[in-house]
């Protein structure tokens, strides 16, 4: 936005330049404006240098933001005249305090009428878009359409995923620390002639534990497979977790979602994984990750988190043991069940049934409030 209107600017003749758009966006960041007028000033002390500039700045600034003219209408035309402003603001009488301001170098202020009324026109806008917000986060994710879940992907980002914290084999230095370091206490008494006057103390480090993700892409996963897709390249990102998706088959999607970009990365998991709404094997994605990654550290003192409404296709009993070896290597289990929303559920399904006593916690996840709780359960200690 800083920088179409600093290349509306330029059209109008003014020397705006790259730098100085730089601090137009900095200073929308620092100040949140919330009226046009407050905008308003954000922009005029940061990209007007020159009195002469201030008319052309105003009609400008009026045709952009206070609605006088529709910049779309110029579009692809570079011989379209530049639209002027629709009203005419009145100009204060000799000796009132807007005249003085004027005086001041203050031309162009905008009224106290045009004021509350963009303030209204905002604060209505603002008050829209609050509500939006609100709706979507307690909303379910399978009723999402996809323009909701492309704003759902903007709030997803906001999630602070992090790991609880672990005692380290390393040991730094500490004033306050359990452990007394030898060989500096020893290089310090060289001062004291010898006499260990002065202790150095270290305590472990703290490090923070893995995360791990276990996806069910399954087709009674399908309402809910592109929301939870969206959250695993956020934990990724956030949490650096390592992420695994399963249905027939066990597949790892930690290097497709390191993109940047989430439609890029979305897009490369997407083709990463060939099982998509297939039939739901629990047991045999669980094992197959314990057998290829657990047992290898992926899983040793991690918080693993699986994603599943807990519908196996195979033996309850052969989900009850992967089960038991996860719990075994996993600092906790966090189970991801978007049906247990339902006040009425009850965990009866053979491989809920069958994993739920090796669960540390069970969690629905089925809207942005409820992943909130997903989070909560994550960084629990």
Not at 70 to 82: K, L
Not at 133 to 154: N, T
Request: glycine share 8%.
């Amino acid at each position: 936005m800083a920088a179409a209107f600093g290349r509306e600017l330029g059209d109008a003749g003014l020397a705006v330049t790259p730098d100085r758009v730089a601090r137009f966006a900095a200073a929308i960041s620092v100040a949140a404006p919330v009226t046009v007028d407050d905008l308003y000033w954000c922009a005029r002390v940061t990209l007007v240098s020159r009195h002469a500039d201030l008319a052309a700045f105003d009609r400008v600034f009026a045709r952009v933001f206070r609605g006088m003219g529709d910049i779309a209408e110029r579009r692809g035309d570079p011989s379209s005249p530049p639209l002027t402003s629709a009203r005419t603001r009145p100009r204060p009488a000799s000796g009132t305090a807007g005249a003085a301001r004027q005086a001041a170098g203050g031309a162009g202020v905008p009224s106290a009428t045009e004021g509350d009324d963009a303030a209204t026109s905002t604060r209505q806008v603002a008050t829209a878009v609050a509500t939006a917000a609100e709706r979507l986060a307690h909303a379910d994710f399978a009723a999402l359409a996809d323009d909701e879940l492309a704003e759902l992907r903007r709030l997803m980002r906001q999630l602070a995923i992090e790991p609880p914290t672990r005692v380290g084999r390393r040991h730094v230095r500490h004033r306050r620390g359990t452990d007394l370091d030898l060989r500096a206490t020893l290089r310090r008494s060289r001062r004291t002639a010898g006499d260990p006057v002065e202790h150095t103390r270290t305590r472990a480090r703290r490090r923070p534990r893995r995360i791990v993700v276990l996806c069910d892409i399954s087709g009674s996963m399908q309402p809910y497979a592109r929301a939870y897709l969206q959250f695993l390249h956020v934990a990724r990102g956030a949490g650096r977790a390592d992420v695994f998706t399963f249905a027939t088959r066990l597949t790892r999607l930690t290097r497709a979602l390191d993109a940047t970009d989430p439609s890029v990365a979305l897009a490369r998991a997407s083709a990463a994984a060939p099982d998509w709404h297939g039939g739901t094997r629990i047991a045999d994605g669980i094992k197959a990750f314990l057998d290829g990654f657990g047992r290898r550290g992926a899983a040793r003192g991690a918080v693993v988190v699986v994603v599943s409404d807990g519908w196996e296709t195979g033996d309850p009993t052969a989900l009850a043991e992967q089960m038991a070896r996860l719990a075994r290597l996993a600092h906790r289990v966090v189970w991801v069940n978007p049906r247990a929303a339902d006040d009425r559920y009850q965990p009866l399904a053979g491989g809920m049934a069958a994993a739920l006593p090796y669960c540390d916690a069970l969690v629905s996840g089925h809207s942005m409030a409820a992943l909130g709780r997903v989070v909560a359960e994550i960084a629990r200690a």
